[in-house]
């Protein structure tokens, strides 16, 4: 679906649990191609807040838009143009690579030309040929995140979120999966990413930190570090986290 250079349009999405607001009127848009980060510590909300973007959480009120449709109201149109990658490895185990890669292109409909040229294209990428037919359960973690991400867009959605992909990892694997978003992003593919590591902050063009299910910053790191007068995204972090009230 075509749609205006806004990716993701959010207004005063809140998201109540009984007495609880998880998410508490976030506003913000991310641009078509933009490598968005959406940090906060455990129990800000983001996750919560990511999951109504995703689709699969309906919001209590507020309005939002995904790829152009209404997440109260298309969530499965939603769900079929994203791709999405949990911190968790999403790839089946027991399965080859090939075969996996299979499997998620059959789950988003493409054809079987598609995913034979797509999956050739991706593991020559990856340089993974003489690997095909090893089960991913054998592969090294830094292997298994790589071809996760690669698997998320594989289909070619207009907006990947990402939940902290590149947990447990080495930082040389980390610098690589970053290549990767670089060239998702340079393709036309919006990247919205949560991350622990305060260093991948400063490889997003912009960064919202969420305390307390509100959004308390937005803006490119560089401005951030102005604003707060800090020498890294890492500092910015702690003096925003420092006023929360919850956690975990």
């Not at 838009?65 to 999403?90: C, H, L, P, W």
């Not at 590591?197 to 490889?203: F, G, L, Q, R, V």
């Not at 307390?212 to 986290?241: C, Y």
Request: charged share 25%.
């Amino acid at each position: 679906m075509a749609y205006s250079d806004k990716a993701i349009s959010v207004e005063k999405l809140t998201k109540r649990f009984g007495q609880f607001t998880a998410v508490d009127e976030i506003s913000f848009e991310v641009t078509r191609g933009e490598i968005f980060g959406f940090l906060g510590a455990n129990g800000a909300g983001k996750t919560t807040a990511m999951r109504m973007l995703c689709g699969l959480s309906m919001p209590t009120s507020g309005k939002a838009t995904v790829a152009g449709f209404d997440v109260f109201k298309q969530n499965e149109q939603i769900k079929r143009n994203i791709g999405y990658m949990s911190q968790k490895f999403s790839l089946y185990e027991d399965l080859t690579i090939k075969e996996n890669i299979r499997f998620y292109g059959g789950i988003y409909g493409k054809s079987n030309k598609f995913i034979k040229e797509k999956t050739e294209e991706l593991l020559k990428q990856l340089h993974m040929q003489d690997e095909a037919n090893k089960l991913v359960g054998s592969l090294p973690l830094g292997w298994k995140q790589k071809l996760a991400f690669s698997v998320s867009i594989f289909h070619e959605p207009e907006i990947v979120f990402l939940d902290e992909p590149t947990g447990g990892v080495d930082p040389v694997t980390r610098r690589e999966f970053w290549n990767m978003i670089y060239l998702a992003a340079e393709r036309g593919i919006t990247v919205f990413v949560t991350t622990h590591y305060m260093d991948e902050a400063e490889y997003c063009n912009r960064v919202s930190i969420m305390v307390d299910g509100r959004i308390d910053a937005l803006d490119t790191p560089k401005a951030l570090k102005e604003k707060f007068n800090a020498q890294s995204m890492d500092e910015v972090f702690l003096k925003l986290a420092r006023n929360a009230v919850r956690g975990e």
